[in-house]
């Protein structure tokens, strides 16, 4: 194979992993209003049945930023989750009993 080929695949799968990346950026939770979910034992929030018990929150609103005080004026919040997100700066998860 000669090595003009071998740069030429190589840029390729670079340009590739570059678009994917760049689709997939700031869009690191598929997690939405509405959504029921639980916290894992590493922290991470996983989405469950509503009524799958104890320890399960519904969530009611989002916000861009990682400023968890805009829960404070939505009505039935009981805990809000702050989501680090690369190149949007976060997201903001209110969430209230899944009951």
Known sequence: MSRKVLWGIVAGALVIAGYLYWV???KHTNLAVGDCVSVSGSGQLDVVDCGAGSGVYKIIAE???TDSNQCDAVTGTVK???ISQSGSGGLVLCAGDAK
């Open 24 to 26: 997939s950026d700031g």
């Open 63 to 65: 916000y861009d930023g």
């Open 80 to 82: 809000s989750f702050v």
